[in-house]
């Protein structure tokens, strides 16, 4: 081989390692978080909508959520029911941690989404997708089945 092919096989061959050093495993490629049992209770006469999911982290870091967005509501935000003594509030909050290797409630009586301002009508039956974006970069876009206010 000459020098200059000996030099442009070494050049090429530390790229490749360079490039595969940074590639990302196949976990992390496929993300590690999951979302089960996305419902929203519906209310009548355009009142704000409950969402409830259950966020599974498989990583080995806890995970924030930090927005959630829909095509089919002006407004998503993430609330907390925080108990006061013998009274319960909604308060507004920012990020709920998914913690790793374990899961994150959205439920009644805790974290749980508001859905405001339909964009078209929804009813018991349909479906809504529901864009959940953590801190880590990683964006599931879910599908919540809209359910009767008794939750069926």
């Known amino acids: 081989m000459t020098k200059n092919l000996k030099s442009l ?6 790229a490749l390692g360079t490039v595969a050093a940074f590639a990302p495993t196949a976990a992390q490629a496929a993300g590690t978080l999951s ?3 996305a419902w929203v209770r519906w209310l009548p006469n355009n009142l704000p909508a409950g969402g409830y999911v259950t966020l599974k982290n498989d990583g080995d870091k806890p995970v924030d959520l930090v927005d959630v967005s829909s095509d089919a509501y002006g407004m998503v935000m993430l609330h907390q029911t925080v108990s006061n003594g013998s009274t319960q ?3 507004m909050v920012h ?3 998914v913690p790793a290797h374990g899961t994150l409630a959205i439920a009644p009586g805790g974290y749980h989404l508001m859905l405001e301002q339909a964009k078209h009508k929804i009813a018991p039956g349909d479906t809504v997708n529901v864009k959940l974006h953590f801190s880590d970069g990683e964006t599931l876009d879910t599908p919540f089945a809209v359910k009767s206010p008794a939750g069926q």
């Open 89 to 91: 509030k909604m308060v």
């Open 9 to 14: 096989t070494a050049a090429f061959g530390f």
């Open 95 to 97: 990020k709920a941690t």
């Open 35 to 37: 979302a089960d049992n």
